[in-house]
């Protein structure tokens, strides 16, 4: 029983929640994957085979117990497909939820069943971007968490890793790119946004829909936030053919898209705008992962995302700039990569 990172209390909690829950015996806990956070996950294995899904979430942290509890019973209320969470205890940091299964996007999208799973998760996303944009449940991704993240990457991406300092500049000229970015960014249609729906976090139900999980840090933002994180993924790389069919299947379900007269030519650029601030908070965030918490599993996807930040940038003249900047930086972590790990 993977029970050694869990506390005497902790263990003694969960025994006696799943035998109010199934009036059944625990019989086993198992680790599941490693997160680029600090909450862990494990499952439970009940003596009358039925699964939960155990989550510690360390005090202190942004993404917390409220706030995944909080926004899974908004969601579910509007029949979006998120885990139900069945107990709770703040004072240890623990929560149990619906065990959802273990066909994640990640390891079960292929050509054959990509159409499939990925219209899914479109209408998964339709029916969250549909939702009332409720602000005492979400904060809005504002111009406050757009400095957040280029911070996060100039500190921790640019600085700590890859010794660039603020003043150089190579920093000055990417953060003037950022800031068109985010511009732009705050134009667009506003919707309630996972602001992490990729294959990592989507998951393949019985019932033939899309389950979304880790949506603790949803908030309100661009339309094309969670478009960007599907379609830009770290993992899958498909022809320019099927992602603009995709994006029409969108766009031909999509009632905020209707209402708004987004076309695929706009809605092209909003998903690319919105690709690359993603791309900037990320190599910031995996940086800062790496610095607090060791992961070095997480550095093979530095390349991909800088050169989706080559790639994306080269198709807009106000921002092709951003090309030129970051091969130097591509050549310098292909250079100190190996040091790192």
């Given at each position: 029983?993977?029970?050694?990172?869990?506390?005497?209390?902790?263990?003694?909690?969960?025994?006696?929640?799943?035998?109010?829950?199934?009036?059944?015996?625990?019989?086993?806990?198992?680790?599941?994957?490693?997160?680029?956070?600090?909450?862990?996950?494990?499952?439970?294995?009940?003596?009358?085979?039925?699964?939960?899904?155990?989550?510690?979430?360390?005090?202190?942290?942004?993404?917390?117990?409220?706030?995944?509890?909080?926004?899974?019973?908004?969601?579910?209320?509007?029949?979006?497909k998120v885990p139900k969470v069945l107990?709770?205890?703040?004072?240890?940091?623990?929560?149990?939820?619906?065990?959802?299964?273990?066909?994640?996007?990640?390891?079960?999208?292929?050509?054959?069943?990509?159409?499939?799973?990925?219209?899914?998760?479109?209408?998964?996303?339709?029916?969250?971007?549909?939702?009332?944009?409720?602000?005492?449940?979400?904060?809005?991704?504002?111009?406050?968490?757009?400095?957040?993240?280029?911070?996060?990457?100039?500190?921790?991406?640019?600085?700590?890793?890859?010794?660039?300092?603020?003043?150089?500049?190579?920093?000055?000229?990417?953060?003037?790119?950022?800031?068109?970015?985010?511009?732009?960014?705050?134009?667009?249609?506003?919707?309630?946004?996972?602001y992490d729906f990729e294959c990592r976090?989507?998951?393949?139900?019985?019932?033939?829909?899309?389950?979304?999980?880790?949506?603790?840090?949803?908030?309100?933002?661009?339309?094309?936030?969670?478009?960007?994180?599907?379609?830009?993924?770290?993992?899958?790389?498909?022809?320019?053919?099927?992602?603009?069919?995709?994006?029409?299947?969108?766009?031909?379900?999509?009632?905020?898209?209707?209402?708004?007269?987004?076309?695929?030519?706009?809605?092209?650029?909003?998903?690319?705008?919105?690709?690359?601030?993603?791309?900037?908070?990320?190599?910031?965030?995996?940086?800062?992962?790496?610095?607090?918490?060791?992961?070095?599993?997480?550095?093979?996807?530095?390349?991909?995302?800088?050169?989706?930040?080559?790639?994306?940038?080269?198709?807009?003249?106000?921002?092709?700039?951003i090309d030129s900047l970051i091969s130097?930086?591509?050549?310098?972590?292909?250079?100190?990569?190996?040091?790192?790990?």
């Amino acid at each position: 029983m993977a029970t050694e990172e869990l506390s005497f209390d902790q263990r003694q909690w969960v025994f006696e929640a799943i035998d109010i829950l199934e009036d059944s015996s625990l019989k086993e806990i198992s680790k599941l994957r490693i997160e680029s956070s600090q909450r862990k996950f494990y499952r439970i294995f009940c003596e009358n085979k039925k699964n939960y899904i155990l989550m510690d979430v360390p005090s202190g942290i942004e993404e917390s117990i409220d706030a995944f509890s909080n926004k899974s019973e908004f969601f579910l209320a509007s029949d979006v497909k998120v885990p139900k969470v069945l107990a709770r205890n703040d004072n240890l940091c623990l929560l149990i939820v619906e065990d959802f299964g273990d066909k994640l996007f990640q390891f079960n999208l292929s050509e054959e069943n990509s159409d499939e799973l990925y219209k899914s998760a479109i209408d998964q996303l339709i029916r969250i971007q549909d939702l009332d944009l409720d602000s005492k449940v979400f904060k809005s991704f504002d111009e406050i968490i757009m400095v957040q993240n280029w911070s996060m990457f100039e500190n921790s991406f640019l600085n700590d890793l890859l010794g660039i300092k603020p003043s150089s500049e190579i920093n000055l000229k990417l953060k003037n790119k950022y800031n068109l970015i985010c511009k732009e960014l705050n134009s667009q249609v506003k919707v309630i946004c996972h602001y992490d729906f990729e294959c990592r976090n989507l998951i393949f139900l019985d019932s033939g829909e899309t389950g979304v999980l880790d949506f603790q840090d949803a908030m309100i933002g661009s339309i094309g936030l969670d478009l960007s994180s599907l379609f830009k993924d770290l993992y899958f790389f498909w022809s320019d053919e099927k992602i603009n069919n995709w994006y029409q299947y969108f766009l031909d379900n999509s009632p905020i898209a209707k209402e708004n007269d987004i076309t695929l030519r706009s809605l092209t650029k909003v998903i690319d705008y919105c690709s690359l601030q993603r791309q900037f908070r990320i190599l910031g965030k995996l940086s800062e992962v790496y610095f607090q918490l060791g992961r070095t599993n997480r550095l093979k996807d530095f390349p991909i995302l800088m050169e989706y930040l080559k790639k994306t940038s080269r198709k807009y003249s106000e921002l092709d700039e951003i090309d030129s900047l970051i091969s130097p930086l591509l050549i310098l972590f292909n250079k100190k990569v190996d040091e790192l790990i």
